[in-house]
């Protein structure tokens, strides 16, 4: 078992930045890969970045990728998500999810929110024009 608590979301002008913390409980925290996803009002959560156990491989949605970082420290039991160039479209809710080690046959990330077995509560990410 596996919780997870995200912290860092706030208010931010677009084109601004954040960056996103998930603290995990736990002693196997690097057997786990893990994922940011996010859900906006009225629409379906969306995978924004995600990270292999060592934090060797990531992934990126394409709507992200050369202004988000996904980043991990297992010794600290935390993944990272620094969002620059921030858009007002991206106000949503931010979900880390973790991704047990079992489940490496079938790749060691996934981009599905059916992929991840521990979800943590979110926080809220407000970008204004």
């Known amino acids: 078992q596996v919780q997870l608590v995200e912290s860092g979301g706030g208010l931010v002008q677009a084109g601004g930045s954040l960056r996103l913390s998930c603290a995990a409980s736990?002693?196997?925290?690097?057997?786990?890969?893990m994922g940011w996803f996010r859900q906006a009002p009225g629409k379906e959560r969306e995978f924004v970045a995600a990270?292999?156990?060592?934090?060797?491989?990531?992934d990126y949605g394409d709507s992200v990728k050369g202004r988000f970082t996904i980043s991990r420290d297992n010794a600290k039991n935390t993944v990272y998500l620094q969002m620059n160039s921030l858009k007002p479209e991206e106000t949503a809710v931010y979900y880390c999810?973790?991704?047990?080690?079992?489940?490496?046959?079938?790749?060691?990330?996934?981009?599905?929110?059916?992929?991840?077995?521990?979800w943590g509560q979110g926080t809220q990410v407000t970008v204004s024009s």
């Open positions: 999810a973790a991704r047990r080690a079992a489940r490496a046959a079938l790749g060691v990330m996934s981009r599905l929110k059916g992929g991840y077995d521990y």
């Open positions: 736990g002693r196997t925290f690097s057997s786990y890969a």
């Open positions: 990270i292999s156990w060592s934090g060797g491989s990531t």
